[in-house]
């Protein structure tokens, strides 16, 4: 599975994600938040650059990005070595990793950002039977998402209301890290059971 780098489109990030991409042998996409090409459980770990944070016309909006993000490995660098604790805490919470702030040395970077993401291979192997975030009915209900079905016929075959499935979907997105029907239909196919779908 690729790494994903979520940095801005200008000169940093893309020197930052030429550096990654050539140090680490592994395959490698940048996006900025919110732009990916997969939902963020397609990914093998996500890499946030939070340069921004320290801005003060982009640290509230890219605060606000960084609460959509659910990923069980989701890392943090370049961030301000002033970074207030409290903020650092409501990250940790989030379940955010702070690996590196920015006064870290390039070789110090790629060694820990290295490190991290190998640990998250082996984690991941270790855990992939683990069992889904999703509660039994929203998994029925993703199950019924995959038939391409609307809302109408879902809550039909599954008696419930038509509020209800939605309110389903909408935990179910949050909680997968989606945005639409389809990349929780592919998110399905890839992470629910056979027998599930």
């Known amino acids: 599975m690729p790494v994903l780098f979520f940095s ?10 030429s550096l990654f991409s050539q140090s680490i042998p ?3 996409e940048k996006a900025c938040i919110g732009k990916q090409r997969h939902c963020l459980q397609h990914y093998e770990a996500i890499i946030i650059d939070c340069w921004q944070i320290g801005t003060n016309s982009y640290s509230k909006d890219f605060l606000s990005d960084l609460k959509k ?6 890392i943090l660098i370049n961030f301000p070595a002033d970074l207030p604790t409290h903020i650092s805490e409501k990250l940790r919470q989030s379940g955010f990793y702070l690996l590196c702030d920015n006064n870290i040395s390039q070789e110090k970077l790629i ?15 270790d855990n992939s039977q683990s069992p889904l ?13 995959t038939t391409g079905e609307p809302n109408s016929v879902i809550a039909t075959k599954l008696h419930l209301s038509e509020h209800t499935v939605k309110n389903h979907m909408y935990n179910i997105f ?21 027998e599930r779908i």
């Open 174 to 194: 949050r909680k997968i890290g989606v945005k639409n029907r389809l990349q929780a239909s592919n998110w399905a196919k890839l992470n629910l059971q056979e």
């Open 69 to 74: 993000i659910r990923h069980s490995k989701a």
């Open 133 to 145: 975030p999703l509660t039994r009915r929203e998994q029925e209900i993703l199950g019924q998402l």
């Open 8 to 17: 801005n489109s200008g000169l940093q990030g893309d020197l930052l994600f």
């Open 111 to 125: 060694q820990r950002l290295s490190t991290a993401i190998h640990s998250c291979e082996s984690s991941h192997a």
């Open 26 to 28: 592994m395959p490698w």
